[in-house]
């Protein structure tokens, strides 16, 4: 289908691919579209295309994988060596004003979520997938290290998951002031301590007793540690933020404890969950939009995301 782009939210790997031009082993080589969170109304439709048709308010999801090695035959698509993912070096983004895309990754949006909720629907898998590969399960207490939009829908994904306590951490009062407006149990200001000395406060609030899920959001050696040090024996620590690429960490915890380090790559079969728990209520990611811009303002609206300036968490794109 051609889908014409009306919600393009920029994510953190857009600004670090702007900042730093390679995340990892993906390097950007020559110049390259940006977005990959985005939603818009379907433009034409192709001659087998069931479903769909135009007029259709879609999201998109960005990852196309190859449908046919053992991961996609797996359904695990997320990790197929040739998908290829919007703005992921080399292959463009979708912040332009049409993009033909597989009808089977356009999910149609129901009447009570907006476009810009559509867009979300991207970061918001990264939530679902989280507390999937997590094992989130109703009666859990998670620690979520970070913050930011993808710490702070880990947090609202989980609670629509069952979970009763979710502690946070970060650096800025001011995101940590969101994160418990929007309902984290408890939230703490890590800047100047050890790992150790935050994993004892968490401990502390949460009954004396360690976490059962530790869910790290920002890629950070201090995190992944207290993160490990903070989770029960026999839990899960799931690592989802990607900064730093070697750590130093107290394995031996693993071991002795039992404690369950996972990864996750972006996510698979996601979006029409996210689109369920938008439509019903259960997560609500309308507040987490803080600043819109239009294309004509593409500098300011990078600079906003990188800097949080003015309390930015999502910046989103009008088309």
Known sequence: VTVAMKAVGICGSDVHYWTHGRIGDFVVKEPMVMG??????????????KGLKVGDRVALEPGIPCRSCKHCRTGA????????????PPVD???????????DFCFKLPDN???????????????????????????????????GPIGI??????????????????????????????????VFNVRGKTDVEVAAEVQKANDGERVDV???????????????????????????????PEMKLPIFQCAVREVDVKGIFRYCNTYPTCISLLS?????????????FKMDDLLTAFETAKTGKGGALKVMFNL
Do not use: W
Not at 159 to 183: C, N, P, Q, W
């Open 93 to 103: 983004g979708s912040m332009a004003t049409y993009i033909n895309h597989p009808a």
């Open 153 to 186: 829908i880990c947090m609202l994904v989980a609670k629509a998951f069952g979970a009763t306590h979710v502690y946070m951490t970060d650096v800025s009062d001011e995101r940590l002031a969101i994160a418990k407006k929007l309902g984290a149990t408890e």
């Open 280 to 292: 019903s209520g259960k997560v609500d990611v309308k507040p987490l939009i803080t600043h819109r």
């Open 214 to 244: 530790s869910i790290e959001c920002c890629g950070m050696q201090s995190a992944t540690r207290t993160g490990l040090q903070s989770t029960k024996s026999g839990g899960t620590l799931l690592v989802v933020g990607m900064n730093e």
């Open 77 to 88: 698509y997320n990790l197929c060596p040739d998908v290829r993912f919007f703005a992921t």
């Open 36 to 49: 990959h969170e985005s939603a818009g109304v379907v433009a034409a439709v192709g001659p087998d295309v």
């Open 113 to 147: 979520v907006s476009l810009e909720e559509g867009a979300m629907c991207e970061p918001l898998s990264v939530g679902v997938y989280s507390c999937r590969r997590a094992g989130v399960s109703p009666g859990d207490r998670l620690l979520i290290l970070g913050s």
